[in-house]
């Protein structure tokens, strides 16, 4: 089946600063999403990115799907923005999906 | 709109007892949902893939008469957890996606405790 890694896995910011985070794979995919875990445990959905570039306010996604990578962008960190950060990838669209390890994330004030 | 209900949000019940969760695709229709489990400080990892009108397909390691899934209809899916252990504690979370829309979405999940 696909690998997913993901990196780092800790991660501790001062909040106002800009992050990266990267999710690699072992194979081609149809379906790579973004996910941020709140602490109650619920799946937010962030992008939705088999190839290509997204922004949404502070955060922006790039997948390179040739490369099979994704990065996640985080500017301007705030505290709300900690918590677990979520790579998956799927072989088809609305298929299964394998998560990776995930990014575990402190922003401090 | 896409949005996923799971019931109950936690559940404690005793050794040998089972529990049955649902998960509901609240303004679509879903011929396919996941299961998955996630323990703490984890990531999530397929349990099944439960698909409307026929039997459940269950990831390697998952066993099928420990998670019976049912899946009635084209907007519910339910995981029963038969006679539970202490072993089975863990966070349960289901997703589904619309008919031609390519990302999941991901119910709240149920956090079982089996003491």
Known sequence: GIQVEQSPPDLILQEGANSTLRCNFSDSVNNLQWFHQNPWGQLINLFYIPSGTKQNGRLSATTVATERYSLLYISSSQTTDSGVYFCAVGGAAGNKLTFGGGTRVLVKP | ?115
């Open chain 2, 1 to 115: 709109g896409a949005v996923v209900s799971q019931h109950p949000s936690w559940v404690i019940c005793k050794s040998g007892t089972s529990v049955k969760i649902e998960c509901r695709s609240l303004d679509f229709q879903a011929t396919t949902m996941f299961w998955y489990r996630q323990f703490p400080k984890q990531s999530l990892m397929l349990m099944a893939t439960s698909n409307e009108g026929s039997k459940a397909t269950y990831e390697q390691g998952v066993e099928k008469d420990k998670f019976l899934i049912n899946h009635a209809s084209l907007t519910l899916s339910t995981l029963t957890v038969t006679s539970a252990h202490p072993e089975d504690s863990s966070f349960y979370i289901c997703s589904a996606s619309p008919a031609g829309v390519g990302k999941q979405f991901f119910g709240p999940g149920t956090r079982l405790t089996v003491l």
